[in-house]
């Protein structure tokens, strides 16, 4: 069946700008997460939605970062006033259930690049 | 300070070689760890879990984990040049998983 999907694989913003990444996980996966990977590191925990809503979101790093999940399925991240340290790959990943980790699976990710 | 603590190479051995990943945590409660294996610009791809003290085998590959030290490892058998990848530590906390900077392998043919 289908992995986790991610959209745009790319995006350039200009500092300032307002971006969105989608993440389509697998179909009856109800645990989604997002990470954030920077270069030469491993990846950062942002949020973990369970179904609807919003888990643990930690990880954000500060309020212009915003995630959403309406419908239990897919997920958008939303970065406001883009910063060049927001550079990254972001990546989704989904779970059967929730508290084992270990089933994630990890989608593509979306390279953002803030010029 | 970071809780996933992993040398970040190169890695570097010949092929038909053992090659040996390790890793310190310094959250004592932590109960479960995973080896992750990350290609050039590809996401990161579950080879092995461990809960337990002690060895656990899955083909050409064991992860060692030692409560006591802190320490966890993962030993590559008859290393192949598609072993080269960077390995990722990580443990669960909560439920969410936290990731080590990585130790890049490469496997020499």
């Known amino acids: 069946g289908a992995g986790v999907s991610q959209t745009p694989s790319n995006k350039v913003t200009e500092k300032g700008k307002y971006v969105e990444l989608r993440c389509d996980p697998i179909?009856?996966?109800?645990?989604l997460y997002w990470y954030r990977q920077s270069l030469g590191q491993g990846p950062e925990f942002l949020i973990y939605?369970?179904?609807?809503?919003?888990?643990?979101d930690s990880g954000l790093p500060n309020d212009r970062f915003f995630a959403v999940r309406p419908e239990g399925s897919v997920s958008t991240l939303k970065i406001q006033r883009t910063e060049r340290g927001d550079s990254a790959v972001y990546l989704c990943?989904?779970?059967?259930?929730?508290?084992?980790?270990?089933?994630?699976?990890f989608g593509p990710g979306t390279r953002l690049t803030v010029t | 300070q970071k809780e996933v603590e992993q040398n970040s190479g190169p890695l570097s051995v010949p092929e038909g070689a053992i090659a040996s990943l390790n890793c310190t945590y310094s959250d004592r409660g932590s109960q479960s760890f995973f080896w992750y294996r990350q290609y050039s610009g590809k996401s990161p791809e579950l080879i092995m879990f461990?809960?337990?003290?002690g060895d656990k085998e899955d083909g050409r590959f064991t992860a060692q984990l030692n409560k006591a030290s802190q320490y966890v490892s993962l030993l590559i058998r008859d290393s192949q040049p598609s072993d080269s990848a960077t390995y990722l530590c990580a443990h669960q906390d909560t439920n969410k998983l936290i990731f080590g900077t990585g130790t890049l392998l490469a496997v020499q043919p």
């Open positions: 990943a989904s779970s059967l259930e929730t508290g084992r980790p270990y089933e994630q699976y």
């Open positions: 461990i809960y337990s003290n």
């Open positions: 179909s009856g996966h109800t645990a």
């Open positions: 939605f369970q179904g609807t809503g919003a888990a643990d």
